[in-house]
Nanobody, 115 residues
Framework: QVQLVESGGGLVQAGGSLRLGCAASGTGFSINIMGWYRQAPGKQRELVATITNRGTTNYADTVKGRFTISRGNAKNTVNLQMNSLKPEDTAVYFC?????????WGQGTQVIVSS
């Protein structure tokens, strides 16, 4: 069973930056896909970005050029650098992982961008 723990998040002004981190435990294997999703109030959860264990990345159009996903130096960690934040980026951000066909989710971390 894979467990995901997020770090980072908080309150920032529009145009500012935040960095989210996520660490996975419960497996000795390299997790194939890790990523971030977000859910704003009253909206469905949506993809932000994913990265494979080979470094292939995928971004939502709304964050391309502003957010960067990367694998951490420690095994099964992933980071999300968020720059030029906008009020519409306000949401709960969830770390996600796909491992041997199963999907896992973190508890979520709140990001609030004030205008």
């Amino acid at each position: 069973q894979v467990q995901l723990v997020e770090s980072g998040g908080g309150l920032v002004q529009a145009g500012g930056s935040l960095r989210l981190g996520c660490a996975a435990s419960g497996t000795g294997f390299s997790i194939n896909i890790m990523g971030w999703y977000r859910q704003a109030p009253g909206k469905q959860r949506e993809l932000v970005a994913t990265i494979t264990n080979r470094g292939t990345t995928n971004y939502a159009d709304t964050v391309k050029g502003r957010f960067t996903i990367s694998r951490g130096n420690a095994k099964n960690t992933v980071n999300l650098q968020m720059n030029s934040l906008k009020p519409e980026d306000t949401a709960v951000y969830f770390c996600a992982a796909t491992h041997f066909g199963d999907d896992y989710w973190g508890q979520g971390t709140q990001v609030i961008v004030s205008s």
